[in-house]
């Protein structure tokens, strides 16, 4: 099958913007994100830690200390002894853009570093076990082409314990459908990069630059219409917002991002992420045939330095930043804050009417951060694609996107004993030997 265009990504300019010319990052991150830090910062960072404790406590744990334990919370420690989940020949689909080994990257140490949390320890992951927490189950990754990184990575992790089969409806790779049948667990790709409904007045003629509509109040069939048969979602969205928009509320117009029409309001990035994560939440919460578990895999940093995608644009560090080196500020911050805002409202909305969907946060954000050194750069482009352009947006793989499973597996865990996982896998201690 022919390369879509629309598979991967747009990649974003340093500021997070398509458009250069027409605005400049003082111009775009210095008016929203002084009133942002002024506003939702001081308001919303002191809850968080609250919030995020929520959801990590550990039930099992029986220690102060294990149910103090944010497992997001945390640094990077260099591991030598740290084996790969998978190399580059596993039996897995590493798609090439991601595919940083074979394509030569010359350094290594990039795979070497494990996540340690403040307050505890992050299992290494256990194929295993996980296929053991979600047998029975469908857990569907809903989202752009970062949180297809995320899916392949699993199946990669997943591959020293069991093979998928490919049972997909389409040729479409952006829709993937992978059946475990030893443990009747299937894994779902949804392409949906927006999570609301998109018209592209000119499919035939995509380019970067054309204005795609964009109906922020109603959610993308494409995974409304299978959510009834899924246990388990992961949700994801980001750089796709920074694209030019018309932005649909009501079916009527409500302004737009980068159109560039006089009579038509410039509304923010933050708008639209907003809207979009209300109307996918909302949902969720409307839906009477939905009683699973949704995360919200948090946004994911680009790390491009030195100038843009398109020009000189790069990310060629070796090693991650320490967490005292780099935080995530400027637009990335304002994202997370946007996403996780709404996240939490819907969360609390959930609680307050006692619906069954649970909502948790994949809070991978201040992780990767530090990762500047995680992405392909030139390591990584199928010979279709223009190898002059660097990727700081997509992960390599392996690399540190596998910890994103660490995580999810951690999270799965936490939900025994709360009606989702009926019984605790017994976990077997002895290392597999299979990677
Ligand atoms: C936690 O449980 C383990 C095993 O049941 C026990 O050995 C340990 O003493 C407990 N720790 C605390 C702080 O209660
Ligand atoms: C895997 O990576 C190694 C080291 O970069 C390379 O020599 C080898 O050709 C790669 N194999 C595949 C199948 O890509
Ligand atoms: C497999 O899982 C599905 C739900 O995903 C369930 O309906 C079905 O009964 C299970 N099959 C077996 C053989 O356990
Ligand atoms: C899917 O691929 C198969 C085999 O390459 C081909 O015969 C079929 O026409 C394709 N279907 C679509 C909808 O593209
Ligand atoms: C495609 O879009 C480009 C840029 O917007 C435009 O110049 C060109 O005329 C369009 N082609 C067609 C066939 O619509
Ligand atoms: C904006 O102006 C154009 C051209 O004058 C017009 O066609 C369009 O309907 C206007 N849009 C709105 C939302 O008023
Ligand atoms: C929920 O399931 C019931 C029974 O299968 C069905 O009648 C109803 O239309 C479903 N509701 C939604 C919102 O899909
Ligand atoms: C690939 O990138 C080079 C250098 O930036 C540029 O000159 C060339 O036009 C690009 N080719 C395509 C097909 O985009
Ligand atoms: C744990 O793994 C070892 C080595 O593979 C095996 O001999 C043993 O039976 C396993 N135990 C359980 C409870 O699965």
């Avoid at 070796?318 to 409202?345: A, C, W």
């Amino acid at each position: 099958m022919k390369p879509n265009p629309l598979d991967q990504l747009p990649i974003p300019t340093t500021n997070g913007n398509l458009h250069k010319p027409l605005i400049t990052t003082n111009h775009f991150i210095l008016p929203v994100i002084t009133l942002a830090l002024l506003i939702t910062v001081h308001l919303y960072i002191g809850n968080f830690s609250d919030l995020r404790l929520l959801n990590t406590a550990t039930p099992a744990g029986n220690s102060t200390e294990d149910l103090k334990c944010n497992i997001f919370q945390g640094s990077w420690v260099f591991d030598d002894e740290r084996e790969t989940y998978y190399t580059n020949e596993t039996k897995c689909v590493i798609d090439d853009r991601q595919n940083c080994m074979k394509y030569g990257r010359p350094d290594t140490d990039f795979m070497k570093w494990r996540w340690k949390p403040d307050k505890c320890e992050l299992p290494e992951f256990d194929a295993a076990e996980f296929l053991e927490v979600v047998r029975g189950k469908r857990l569907a990754f809903i989202g752009d082409s970062v949180g297809r990184n995320q899916m392949q990575s699993l199946v990669c992790m997943l591959a020293s314990e069991a093979y998928p089969i490919d049972v997909s409806y389409t040729n479409d790779t952006r829709f993937r459908r992978w059946e475990f049948p030893s443990y009747n667990f299937t894994l779902i790709a949804i392409w949906s990069p927006l999570l609301v409904k998109t018209r592209d007045p000119n499919p035939t003629n995509f380019t970067r630059e054309s204005i795609m509509n964009l109906y922020l109040d109603e959610p993308d069939d494409a995974w409304t219409s299978e959510i009834e048969n899924i246990d388990v979602i992961i949700f994801s969205a980001g750089q796709w917002f920074f694209r030019p928009f018309m932005y649909y509320e009501k079916g009527e117009i409500v302004g737009c991002h980068f159109c560039n029409k006089e009579n038509i309001t410039d509304l923010t990035v933050y708008y639209a992420y907003q809207m979009a994560f209300r109307t996918a939440f909302t949902t969720l919460l409307n839906h009477q045939n939905f009683t699973g578990l949704a995360f919200l895999r948090t946004f994911s940093p680009q790390h491009f330095e030195n100038g843009d995608y398109n020009n000189g644009g790069n990310c060629v560090r070796t090693r991650p930043f320490s967490k005292e080196e780099m935080k995530l500020d400027g637009y990335k911050l304002q994202m997370y804050l946007t996403q996780v805002n709404e996240f939490k409202i819907a969360q609390s909305e959930g609680e307050m009417r006692n619906k069954e969907v649970k909502l948790r946060l994949l809070d991978t954000s201040d992780a990767m951060i530090m990762r500047g050194d995680g992405h392909p750069n030139h390591f990584g482009h199928p010979a279709s694609d223009n190898k002059s352009y660097p990727d700081c947006v997509h992960w390599c793989m392996p690399g540190p996107v596998d910890t994103w499973n660490e995580f999810l597996l951690e999270m799965l865990k936490m939900e025994e004993g709360e009606g989702f996982i009926e019984r605790a896998p017994q976990r077997n201690i002895t290392k597999l030997n299979l990677r």
